[in-house]
Protein backbone atom coordinates (compact mmCIF):
# COMPACT_ATOMS: atom_id res chain seq x y z
CA UNK A 1 0.00 0.00 0.00
CA UNK A 2 1.78 3.61 -1.07
CA UNK A 3 2.35 5.83 2.47
CA UNK A 4 1.42 9.10 2.71
CA UNK A 5 3.39 11.12 2.53
CA UNK A 6 3.55 14.97 3.73
CA UNK A 7 6.75 16.09 3.19
CA UNK A 8 7.41 16.05 -0.59
CA UNK A 9 10.39 18.15 -1.74
CA UNK A 10 10.05 20.72 -4.79
CA UNK A 11 12.75 18.83 -6.46
CA UNK A 12 11.37 15.45 -5.52
CA UNK A 13 7.88 16.60 -7.36
CA UNK A 14 10.30 17.96 -10.55
CA UNK A 15 11.35 14.62 -10.70
CA UNK A 16 8.18 12.64 -10.49
CA UNK A 17 6.32 14.73 -12.67
CA UNK A 18 9.20 14.70 -15.10
CA UNK A 19 9.55 10.75 -15.32
CA UNK A 20 9.22 9.41 -18.98
CA UNK A 21 5.74 9.48 -19.72
CA UNK A 22 4.87 5.50 -19.56
CA UNK A 23 6.58 4.89 -16.78
CA UNK A 24 4.60 7.88 -15.13
CA UNK A 25 1.42 6.48 -15.82
CA UNK A 26 2.26 2.66 -15.19
CA UNK A 27 3.08 4.01 -11.37
CA UNK A 28 0.24 6.23 -11.39
CA UNK A 29 -2.26 3.43 -12.28
CA UNK A 30 -0.49 0.94 -10.32
CA UNK A 31 -1.00 3.56 -7.15
CA UNK A 32 -4.83 4.03 -7.91
CA UNK A 33 -5.23 0.29 -8.19
CA UNK A 34 -3.97 -0.59 -4.78
CA UNK A 35 -6.42 2.07 -3.31
CA UNK A 36 -9.25 2.31 -5.74
CA UNK A 37 -11.42 0.01 -7.84
CA UNK A 38 -9.85 1.41 -11.47
CA UNK A 39 -13.23 0.98 -13.21
CA UNK A 40 -15.43 2.92 -10.81
CA UNK A 41 -15.51 6.73 -11.28
CA UNK A 42 -17.45 8.88 -8.31
CA UNK A 43 -19.88 10.82 -9.93
CA UNK A 44 -20.83 14.68 -8.35
CA UNK A 45 -23.42 17.25 -9.73
CA UNK A 46 -22.30 21.05 -9.23
CA UNK A 47 -24.77 23.91 -8.70
CA UNK A 48 -24.95 27.15 -8.90
CA UNK A 49 -26.68 28.55 -6.35
CA UNK A 50 -25.97 32.50 -6.45
CA UNK A 51 -23.87 33.54 -9.77
CA UNK A 52 -21.96 36.23 -10.87
CA UNK A 53 -21.17 39.82 -9.19
CA UNK A 54 -18.39 38.14 -6.93
CA UNK A 55 -15.98 40.90 -5.66
CA UNK A 56 -12.82 38.94 -5.54
CA UNK A 57 -10.86 38.94 -8.61
CA UNK A 58 -9.95 35.42 -9.58
CA UNK A 59 -8.34 36.45 -13.42
CA UNK A 60 -10.18 32.80 -14.68
CA UNK A 61 -13.64 33.62 -13.75
CA UNK A 62 -16.57 35.01 -15.31
CA UNK A 63 -18.21 35.65 -12.00
CA UNK A 64 -15.77 37.81 -11.27
CA UNK A 65 -17.74 41.56 -11.08
CA UNK A 66 -14.13 43.15 -12.49
CA UNK A 67 -14.60 41.78 -15.58
CA UNK A 68 -16.73 41.98 -18.73
CA UNK A 69 -18.39 39.10 -19.66
CA UNK A 70 -21.71 37.65 -20.85
CA UNK A 71 -23.29 35.92 -17.93
CA UNK A 72 -25.94 36.84 -16.47
CA UNK A 73 -26.29 37.43 -12.37
CA UNK A 74 -28.33 35.76 -10.57
CA UNK A 75 -29.41 36.03 -6.38
CA UNK A 76 -29.33 33.59 -3.76
CA UNK A 77 -31.72 30.50 -5.43
CA UNK A 78 -34.85 29.53 -3.08
CA UNK A 79 -33.99 26.42 -1.20
CA UNK A 80 -36.86 25.07 -2.86
CA UNK A 81 -35.43 25.33 -6.15
CA UNK A 82 -31.89 23.96 -4.77
CA UNK A 83 -34.10 20.85 -3.25
CA UNK A 84 -35.95 20.07 -6.96
CA UNK A 85 -32.27 20.51 -8.63
CA UNK A 86 -30.58 18.15 -5.82
CA UNK A 87 -33.91 15.31 -6.44
CA UNK A 88 -32.84 15.60 -10.41
CA UNK A 89 -29.09 15.19 -9.78
CA UNK A 90 -29.86 12.11 -7.74
CA UNK A 91 -32.17 10.52 -10.37
CA UNK A 92 -29.30 10.72 -12.35
CA UNK A 93 -27.18 8.43 -10.41
CA UNK A 94 -25.32 11.86 -8.63
CA UNK A 95 -23.79 10.47 -5.18
CA UNK A 96 -22.52 14.06 -4.06
CA UNK A 97 -24.31 17.37 -4.69
CA UNK A 98 -22.11 20.48 -4.13
CA UNK A 99 -23.52 24.12 -4.18
CA UNK A 100 -21.30 26.90 -5.36
CA UNK A 101 -22.35 30.48 -4.32
CA UNK A 102 -19.81 33.60 -5.89
CA UNK A 103 -18.98 35.30 -2.67
CA UNK A 104 -16.18 36.63 -1.13
CA UNK A 105 -17.86 34.87 1.90
CA UNK A 106 -20.86 34.05 3.62
CA UNK A 107 -22.13 36.52 5.54
CA UNK A 108 -24.13 36.47 8.72
CA UNK A 109 -27.96 36.61 7.06
CA UNK A 110 -27.05 34.06 4.69
CA UNK A 111 -26.52 31.40 6.82
CA UNK A 112 -29.84 30.45 8.27
CA UNK A 113 -30.65 29.86 4.19
CA UNK A 114 -27.68 27.55 3.86
CA UNK A 115 -27.96 25.63 6.18
CA UNK A 116 -31.63 24.82 5.64
CA UNK A 117 -30.18 23.94 2.07
CA UNK A 118 -27.50 21.81 3.57
CA UNK A 119 -30.27 20.45 5.85
CA UNK A 120 -32.59 19.71 2.92
CA UNK A 121 -30.15 18.05 0.31
CA UNK A 122 -28.93 15.46 3.47
CA UNK A 123 -32.01 14.42 3.68
CA UNK A 124 -32.12 13.30 -0.01
CA UNK A 125 -29.28 10.87 0.90
CA UNK A 126 -27.06 12.86 -1.28
CA UNK A 127 -23.22 13.51 0.15
CA UNK A 128 -23.13 17.35 0.59
CA UNK A 129 -20.59 19.75 -0.47
CA UNK A 130 -20.56 23.69 -0.76
CA UNK A 131 -18.48 26.47 -2.04
CA UNK A 132 -18.87 30.04 -0.72
CA UNK A 133 -15.74 31.27 -0.73
CA UNK A 134 -13.80 32.27 2.94
CA UNK A 135 -15.17 30.57 5.62
CA UNK A 136 -14.63 31.49 9.16
CA UNK A 137 -14.28 28.74 12.16
CA UNK A 138 -18.05 29.73 13.61
CA UNK A 139 -19.25 29.65 10.03
CA UNK A 140 -17.40 26.23 9.34
CA UNK A 141 -19.08 24.68 12.30
CA UNK A 142 -22.49 26.53 11.66
CA UNK A 143 -22.57 24.49 8.50
CA UNK A 144 -20.72 21.24 9.76
CA UNK A 145 -23.85 21.35 12.31
CA UNK A 146 -26.28 21.21 9.46
CA UNK A 147 -24.82 18.26 7.86
CA UNK A 148 -22.47 19.81 5.20
CA UNK A 149 -19.93 16.64 4.26
CA UNK A 150 -17.14 18.58 2.25
CA UNK A 151 -16.34 22.25 1.94
CA UNK A 152 -14.49 23.38 -1.53
CA UNK A 153 -11.55 25.73 -1.12
CA UNK A 154 -9.44 25.40 -4.27
CA UNK A 155 -5.50 26.63 -3.45
CA UNK A 156 -5.79 27.51 -7.38
CA UNK A 157 -1.99 27.27 -8.12
CA UNK A 158 1.70 27.68 -6.72
CA UNK A 159 2.16 30.47 -3.68
CA UNK A 160 4.55 31.88 -6.44
CA UNK A 161 2.76 32.63 -8.85
CA UNK A 162 -0.81 33.24 -6.94
CA UNK A 163 -0.46 37.01 -6.96
CA UNK A 164 -0.63 37.03 -10.63
CA UNK A 165 -3.98 35.11 -10.40
CA UNK A 166 -5.90 37.05 -7.52
CA UNK A 167 -4.88 39.90 -5.71
CA UNK A 168 -8.15 40.62 -3.29
CA UNK A 169 -7.10 37.79 -1.08
CA UNK A 170 -3.80 35.94 0.24
CA UNK A 171 -2.67 32.50 -0.25
CA UNK A 172 -2.51 32.26 3.51
CA UNK A 173 -6.71 33.18 3.64
CA UNK A 174 -7.38 30.46 1.50
CA UNK A 175 -5.01 27.84 4.00
CA UNK A 176 -6.83 29.19 7.06
CA UNK A 177 -9.99 28.28 5.55
CA UNK A 178 -8.86 24.95 5.11
CA UNK A 179 -7.76 24.94 8.52
CA UNK A 180 -11.18 26.07 9.94
CA UNK A 181 -12.80 23.52 7.53
CA UNK A 182 -10.64 20.84 8.78
CA UNK A 183 -11.30 22.01 12.59
CA UNK A 184 -15.02 21.63 12.12
CA UNK A 185 -14.93 18.27 11.31
CA UNK A 186 -15.76 18.12 7.61
CA UNK A 187 -13.93 16.85 4.53
CA UNK A 188 -11.75 19.17 2.36
CA UNK A 189 -12.43 19.64 -1.83
CA UNK A 190 -9.12 21.37 -2.60
CA UNK A 191 -7.37 21.10 -6.05
CA UNK A 192 -6.03 23.94 -8.59
CA UNK A 193 -5.99 25.06 -12.05
CA UNK A 194 -3.36 24.56 -14.78
CA UNK A 195 -3.49 26.40 -18.26
CA UNK A 196 -3.36 29.23 -16.38
CA UNK A 197 -0.14 30.61 -18.07
CA UNK A 198 2.14 29.37 -15.04
CA UNK A 199 5.63 27.68 -15.41
CA UNK A 200 5.49 23.89 -15.26
CA UNK A 201 7.60 24.63 -11.36
CA UNK A 202 3.98 26.21 -10.43
CA UNK A 203 2.02 23.11 -11.23
CA UNK A 204 4.97 21.33 -9.13
CA UNK A 205 4.39 24.10 -6.34
CA UNK A 206 0.46 23.91 -6.44
CA UNK A 207 0.71 19.52 -6.21
CA UNK A 208 3.30 20.26 -3.34
CA UNK A 209 1.03 22.46 -1.45
CA UNK A 210 -1.74 20.08 -1.67
CA UNK A 211 0.33 16.69 -0.43
CA UNK A 212 1.87 18.19 2.06
CA UNK A 213 -1.08 19.70 3.89
CA UNK A 214 -0.91 18.38 7.87
CA UNK A 215 -4.06 15.77 6.30
CA UNK A 216 -4.45 15.76 2.53
CA UNK A 217 -8.05 16.80 0.85
CA UNK A 218 -10.53 13.74 0.38
CA UNK A 219 -11.06 15.16 -2.91
CA UNK A 220 -8.49 16.66 -5.40
CA UNK A 221 -10.11 18.51 -8.40
CA UNK A 222 -7.77 19.23 -11.39
CA UNK A 223 -9.04 22.04 -13.97
CA UNK A 224 -8.11 22.67 -17.30
CA UNK A 225 -8.22 26.29 -17.42
CA UNK A 226 -11.63 27.44 -19.61
CA UNK A 227 -10.80 30.47 -21.22
CA UNK A 228 -13.70 33.06 -20.88
CA UNK A 229 -14.37 35.78 -23.06
CA UNK A 230 -13.81 38.95 -20.79
CA UNK A 231 -11.47 37.65 -18.21
CA UNK A 232 -7.67 38.71 -18.48
CA UNK A 233 -6.73 35.01 -19.14
CA UNK A 234 -8.93 34.50 -22.62
CA UNK A 235 -6.05 34.80 -24.67
CA UNK A 236 -3.47 32.44 -22.72
CA UNK A 237 -1.47 29.64 -24.03
CA UNK A 238 -2.90 26.85 -24.67
CA UNK A 239 -1.36 23.95 -21.86
CA UNK A 240 -0.02 20.91 -23.76
CA UNK A 241 -2.44 18.01 -22.70
CA UNK A 242 0.25 15.83 -21.88
CA UNK A 243 1.12 18.51 -18.62
CA UNK A 244 -2.29 18.05 -18.08
CA UNK A 245 -2.03 14.02 -17.88
CA UNK A 246 1.40 14.13 -15.93
CA UNK A 247 -0.57 16.48 -13.40
CA UNK A 248 -3.21 14.36 -13.07
CA UNK A 249 -0.48 11.05 -12.60
CA UNK A 250 1.40 13.24 -9.99
CA UNK A 251 -1.07 14.35 -7.94
CA UNK A 252 -2.38 10.40 -7.75
CA UNK A 253 0.65 9.47 -6.67
CA UNK A 254 1.28 12.25 -4.14
CA UNK A 255 -2.61 11.95 -2.77
CA UNK A 256 -2.71 7.98 -2.97
CA UNK A 257 -6.28 7.89 -0.92
CA UNK A 258 -7.75 11.11 -2.78
CA UNK A 259 -10.39 11.02 -5.03
CA UNK A 260 -8.36 13.50 -7.63
CA UNK A 261 -11.09 14.90 -10.08
CA UNK A 262 -11.53 15.60 -13.38
CA UNK A 263 -12.97 18.67 -12.95
CA UNK A 264 -13.65 22.21 -15.44
CA UNK A 265 -11.94 21.84 -19.04
CA UNK A 266 -13.38 18.46 -19.81
CA UNK A 267 -15.62 20.24 -23.03
CA UNK A 268 -12.44 20.28 -24.48
CA UNK A 269 -10.82 17.23 -23.74
CA UNK A 270 -11.26 13.98 -26.58
CA UNK A 271 -12.67 10.53 -25.25
CA UNK A 272 -9.11 9.24 -25.15
CA UNK A 273 -7.84 12.09 -23.11
CA UNK A 274 -10.22 11.86 -20.84
CA UNK A 275 -9.26 7.58 -20.84
CA UNK A 276 -5.56 8.53 -20.06
CA UNK A 277 -7.11 11.14 -17.79
CA UNK A 278 -8.92 7.95 -15.85
CA UNK A 279 -5.80 5.82 -16.80
CA UNK A 280 -3.74 8.01 -14.78
CA UNK A 281 -5.61 7.52 -11.69
CA UNK A 282 -8.47 10.21 -11.83
CA UNK A 283 -11.74 9.32 -10.74
CA UNK A 284 -14.29 11.57 -10.07
CA UNK A 285 -15.99 13.53 -12.04
CA UNK A 286 -18.88 16.69 -12.71
CA UNK A 287 -22.11 15.78 -14.32
CA UNK A 288 -24.49 17.70 -15.83
CA UNK A 289 -24.21 20.01 -18.79
CA UNK A 290 -23.18 23.13 -16.78
CA UNK A 291 -20.05 23.44 -14.30
CA UNK A 292 -20.99 26.65 -12.46
CA UNK A 293 -21.24 29.05 -15.56
CA UNK A 294 -18.71 26.79 -18.04
CA UNK A 295 -19.87 24.08 -20.19
CA UNK A 296 -19.43 20.31 -19.53
CA UNK A 297 -20.02 17.57 -21.41
CA UNK A 298 -23.51 16.57 -21.79
CA UNK A 299 -24.22 14.10 -18.92
CA UNK A 300 -25.54 11.17 -21.60
CA UNK A 301 -21.81 11.66 -23.41
CA UNK A 302 -20.31 10.90 -19.94
CA UNK A 303 -22.30 7.78 -19.39
CA UNK A 304 -21.39 6.31 -22.95
CA UNK A 305 -17.96 7.35 -22.18
CA UNK A 306 -17.68 5.51 -19.21
CA UNK A 307 -19.84 2.40 -21.30
CA UNK A 308 -16.82 2.22 -23.65
CA UNK A 309 -14.02 2.44 -21.24
CA UNK A 310 -16.07 -0.55 -19.40
CA UNK A 311 -16.54 1.87 -15.84
CA UNK A 312 -19.09 2.61 -13.64
CA UNK A 313 -20.65 5.69 -11.18
CA UNK A 314 -19.28 4.41 -7.75
CA UNK A 315 -21.98 3.92 -5.99
CA UNK A 316 -22.53 5.41 -1.99
CA UNK A 317 -22.99 2.07 0.69
CA UNK A 318 -25.08 4.12 2.81
CA UNK A 319 -28.04 5.33 1.07
CA UNK A 320 -30.31 6.83 3.77
CA UNK A 321 -33.18 7.40 1.68
CA UNK A 322 -35.43 4.78 0.71
CA UNK A 323 -36.87 6.07 -2.61
CA UNK A 324 -33.08 6.39 -3.74
CA UNK A 325 -32.51 3.07 -3.21
CA UNK A 326 -35.13 2.49 -5.22
CA UNK A 327 -34.62 4.27 -7.85
CA UNK A 328 -30.95 3.20 -8.13
CA UNK A 329 -32.41 -0.68 -8.23
CA UNK A 330 -34.48 0.40 -11.07
CA UNK A 331 -31.43 1.95 -13.13
CA UNK A 332 -28.91 -1.14 -12.40
CA UNK A 333 -32.02 -2.51 -13.63
CA UNK A 334 -32.81 -0.38 -16.80
CA UNK A 335 -29.13 -0.45 -17.70
CA UNK A 336 -29.14 -2.84 -20.40
CA UNK A 337 -32.16 -0.89 -22.15
CA UNK A 338 -30.79 2.59 -21.61
CA UNK A 339 -27.05 1.82 -22.42
CA UNK A 340 -26.37 5.06 -20.49
CA UNK A 341 -24.73 2.51 -17.66
CA UNK A 342 -22.51 -0.49 -17.77
CA UNK A 343 -22.03 -3.16 -15.39
CA UNK A 344 -18.99 -4.72 -15.64
S1 LIG B 1 -13.44 32.00 -8.41
FE1 LIG B 1 -14.93 32.25 -6.77
S2 LIG B 1 -14.04 33.83 -5.48
FE2 LIG B 1 -12.97 33.97 -7.44
S3 LIG B 1 -14.14 35.51 -8.60
FE3 LIG B 1 -14.97 33.51 -9.13
S4 LIG B 1 -16.69 33.21 -7.76
FE4 LIG B 1 -15.44 34.84 -6.91
Not at 70 to 86: C, G, S, T
Not at 262 to 287: D, K, P, V, W
Not at 329 to 337: E, H, L
Amino acid sequence: MATVRHDWTYEEVKALFNMPFNDLLFKAASIHRENFNPNEVQISTLLSIKTGACPEDCKYCPQSAHYKTDLDRERLMEVEKVVEQARLARSKGATRFCMGAAWSDPKDRDMPYISKMVREVKELGLETCMTLGMLDNEKAHALRDAGLDYYNHNLDTSPEYYQQIITTRTYQDRLDTLDNVRDAGMKVCSGGIVGMGEQAGDRYGLLMQLANLPKQPESVPINMLVKVKGTPLEDVEDLDHFEFIRTIATARIMMPHSYVRLSAGRTAMNEQMQSMCFFAGANSIFYGDKLLTTENPEADADMNLLKKLGMNPEKRQDYSDEAYEASLSSKIADKATSELFYEA
